[in-house]
């Protein structure tokens, strides 16, 4: 089986796989086709427990089959896929945001192999056409999230604010009066943990992005330049928190949360995973993505992969196949979004979550014509590994188009 050296580096963004065993590997589920093991990501202190319960029902309905579970805080996933692939210690079942080099590689089954038809065609065909390498399913998706602007109401009233910002000069001027009011204008997580996705937001509404319509990568063009200058700029002046380059999407999630800063690029999972659990009180509003010129706004779509590895020449398929139905049914996947805070991948879950839709609908609206990272392409684990570690120091020191060149160069380096 042909193994590649996967290019990721420490440092995740939110999303989810289901991964096993490489054929003939050793760790894991072992021989007896009846034993799996699953790596999950942890999302908050509710992912444990949360498959804890569904492991045991699933055990439950199931005699003699059995799921070894472990979980993984994403700021170590990415270390620890690449040790599983170079060890070839893969598990049955990852959950992960990326997929298609495991694809290329051959490591993985095909969707069809590893869920039943009913799960297949409950799938919303937004996220299976993103869970497919050279138009064949590998992914399972498994939750989805989209971004928006989120802004603190009393912040801005402070500041004499009065409304969101809807370009990036409005962006800058609303900065500029949060700082002089004594707070924490804009929270820019460019760290290790996603900083693909908030460079990614500012890009897309700038024109900018990974690749042009052909697929071919476009990491160093003129706007993606513009864009590192103008969070440069902002970073230079003091107009966000301290380190940039240092900070992590949750750090400033958690910031926004007890009211510290004024505006964030958010994500649906915010108010489940952080506000609520630090201030429901707090007086907060969502809105467009602010873009350059002020009059388009795209948003960042998201969405994380369950896979299944191959093992065992193939004895590991039945256990996979029972579990991952089982966790489809719609009220188990139903519950998993309603803990988590996520949208819907799936028509039976979206249906059983009809709960808040007044905080969910610009989401969901959002959703259709958001915009994904290129993970269909095999190079872009190791582009997002790039983007990851190099993408903050081009506001805390080197040149953009000096750091936007060096991970184009990644990018086209043959996979």
């Avoid at 500041?159 to 004594?182: C, L, N, Q, T």
């Avoid at 290790?192 to 690749?211: K, L, P, V």
């Avoid at 506000?275 to 467009?288: E, F, H, Q, S």
Wanted: proline share 4%.
């Amino acid at each position: 089986m042909k193994r590649h050296l996967i290019g990721i580096a420490a440092g995740v963004a939110l999303t989810l796989v289901l991964g096993g065993c490489g054929k003939g590997g050793s760790s894991g589920g072992g021989s007896d086709g009846k034993t799996i093991r699953f790596v999950a990501a942890k999302y908050d202190d509710d992912t444990q427990p949360y498959w804890d319960d569904l492991i045991k029902a699933f055990e439950a309905e199931n005699p003699g089959y059995r799921v070894e579970l472990e979980v993984v805080d994403w700021e170590q996933l990415d270390s620890k896929v690449k040790t599983y692939i170079q060890t070839g210690q893969e598990p049955d079942v990852l959950n992960y945001n990326k997929f298609s080099d495991f694809a290329r590689d051959d490591l993985i089954y095909q969707a069809k192999d590893v869920v039943s038809p009913k799960v297949l065609d409950d799938f919303l065909p937004l996220f299976a056409d993103q869970a497919q390498y050279e138009n064949v399913q590998y992914g399972l998706p498994f939750i989805s999230s989209a971004r928006l602007f989120f802004y603190n109401k009393d912040i801005f009233t402070k500041a004499r604010i009065s409304e969101p910002p809807s370009s990036w000069a409005e962006v800058e001027d609303a900065a500029r009066k949060i700082k002089k009011a004594g707070d924490i204008p804009l929270g820019l997580p460019l760290g290790a943990e996603e900083a693909q996705a908030e460079f990614y937001i500012w890009a897309m509404n700038n024109g900018g992005g990974w690749t042009d319509k052909s697929g071919r990568w476009t990491v160093d063009q003129q706007a993606n330049v513009e864009t590192l200058d103008f969070l440069r700029k902002l970073t230079k002046a003091g107009l966000t928190q301290p380190n940039p380059e240092a900070t992590n999407r949750k750090d400033v999630f958690n910031q926004f949360a007890q009211g510290k800063i004024g505006m964030i690029n958010g994500a649906v999972f915010m108010r489940k995973g952080f506000i609520d659990t630090v201030d429901k009180n707090l007086n907060y509003g969502v809105a467009p993505l602010p873009s350059k010129d002020g009059t388009t706004h795209n948003t960042l779509g998201v969405q994380d992969y369950l896979v299944s590895f191959k093992k065992d020449e193939g004895k590991n398929r039945e256990a996979v196949n029972k579990f991952l139905d089982f966790f489809y049914q719609k009220e188990n996947a139903s519950k998993f979004l309603s803990t988590e805070g996520f949208l819907s991948v799936t028509k039976s879950a979206g249906d059983a979550l009809s709960s808040d839709a007044t905080y969910y609908k610009p989401f969901v609206d959002a959703l259709s014509g958001a915009r994904f990272a290129p993970t269909d392409n095999p190079n872009w684990s190791a582009v997002e590994g790039a983007v990851k570690q190099r993408i903050g120091t081009a506001v805390s020191g080197a040149a953009p188009k000096k750091v936007l060149g060096e991970i184009q160069e990644t990018a086209e380096k043959d996979g």
